[in-house]
């Protein structure tokens, strides 16, 4: 199995305790962390993260993200601190996260486009996909180029749907410029958030061996699709938790496995523009981009050989 020991440069997005247990939560990182060591060890690295947190300091991290363990952190060399800065634009005017109750939705009017006019992004582009098939044959195609398959790709890099513990927000990417670079229509992304007390975001892994995972965030294309003459219907694309374009309500569900946690349940959702590649808050107001896909590619690429379960 390919080594899963990353080293980034991370913003803490959040501390928290959960039942006695003290997670980590970045930016740049869907997954949940915790501490590896112990001791005096434990010790000056959770201060090195609350003073990041305190101070919104990028801090130089050696983690595991499939065992969701922070094995050393640092600061960051000059130059190091530098590329980040550079890479770290963030977007204009982001619309804002809504709070849901997910089991409480209706999904006749939640997945329509009107029941969402508070998002301003969808004013910015008006090419919609006009009907399913159409939208099927775009995820079709964004399945077919997972690492996974072994090639040969239509795109490069490939796409590692088939690890889903991190990465979306690169895989997301990626299937943003698909839909608007090959297929030519517009594409928003929607974030959901568990950024409230205990909420986690839990997922069961069937396409990749069945397992269970938890993010504190996600992300995936969100498409406009016409409906018959008058109404506009809301679809996710997201070929790493399912096998067609699925509705807005049932990708938000997904994410509360109460088999995989109790605490399984999504704060909010926000719909934002194409352009938004990541949180850069807890609270799910500020997000950065990735408007060279520099980022987007390297994270492709790191993740490419890796497996869920």
Known sequence: MASTKETGILTVAAIRKVRGETQYLFNQKQAIFRLAA???????????LREALRKKLPMKASFDTREGAIHRIGEPSERERREFEKLHILLEKPDKSVRVDVSSVDPTMFNLEKHHRRFHCFRHCRRIIPNYKKAKKIFDFCAKQTCSLGG??????????????????????????????????????????????????????????????????????????????????????????????????????????????????????????????????????????????????????????????
């Open 38 to 48: 112990s001791g005096k060890a434990a010790r000056e690295s959770a201060e090195l």
């Open 152 to 309: 040969p790709f239509s795109v490069s890099p490939c796409i590692p749907f088939q690890y889903v513990i991190d990465g979306c927000y690169a895989r997301a990417h990626k299937m943003r410029w698909i839909i608007t670079q090959k297929y030519h229509y517009c594409c928003e992304k929607v974030f959901s958030f568990a950024n409230q007390g205990n909420d986690t975001l839990a997922v069961q892994a069937n396409k990749w061996g069945g397992c269970c995972v938890t993010w504190w965030y996600h992300v995936a294309p969100l498409v406009r699709v016409r409906l018959g003459r008058f109404a506009v219907l809301l679809l996710v694309i997201d070929p790493g938790m399912f096998d067609k374009p699925v509705l807005l309500s049932t990708w938000l569900a997904a994410q509360e496995n109460k088999n995989c946690s109790p605490d399984a349940h999504v704060s909010m959702y926000s719909i934002q523009p194409g352009s938004a590649y990541g949180p850069d808050n807890h609270a799910g107001t500020m997000f950065g981009t990735d408007p060279n896909y520099v980022q987007t590619d390297q994270t492709l690429t790191d993740y490419r050989n890796l497996v869920t379960c």
